[in-house]
């Protein structure tokens, strides 16, 4: 099976150094203590470069998830951790959630205490603007984004 490509340069390049490092001793005996650590150094530096290149390219481009966004899955909102959390509310305090979202421009349906897409969009927007998006995906912190637009 034949290797990816990223995966099959890398090797090369690990490879080449390697292979530079091990060509430098045999000429490097005639040499002093500072051409040796001169080329020591400049082994060092190309191997230090490359392993940083590769992990600001890892870093510039992290997983965005999306919780507002339809996946093709065949999970129902009511299934989510947000749905779950928000049916074990009372329904005063479900009806107090959707009053805040309207209040604060997420949510424009009718305050019915119900949870549906309307209610889930706004919450998942609500919490995505508060810095709660990454809490949705667990049931706590999906009490913890409904605990902070109750109390």
Known sequence: ????VKTAKTTLIAA???ASIA???????????????????????????E??????RREAAPEVIYLDTPRHT???????????????Y???ERKAIQRNLRAWGYYSGRIDGS????????????ARDEGYGRSLNSTAGAYGVYDSLIF
């Open 23 to 49: 060509a430098v001793p045999a000429p490097a005996l005639a040499w002093g203590d500072r051409e040796q650590g001169f080329v020591a150094g400049i082994a060092t530096t190309v191997i230090i470069n």
């Open 90 to 92: 009372s329904l005063h």
């Open 115 to 126: 949870f549906g897409p309307g209610t889930y969009n706004a919450v998942v927007s609500y």
């Open 74 to 88: 065949t999970t129902s909102i009511y299934r989510t951790p947000a749905g779950r959390a928000y049916q074990s």
């Open 16 to 18: 080449l150094t390697a």
């Open 1 to 4: 099976m034949l290797l990816p």
């Open 51 to 56: 392993i940083i290149k590769n992990e600001r």
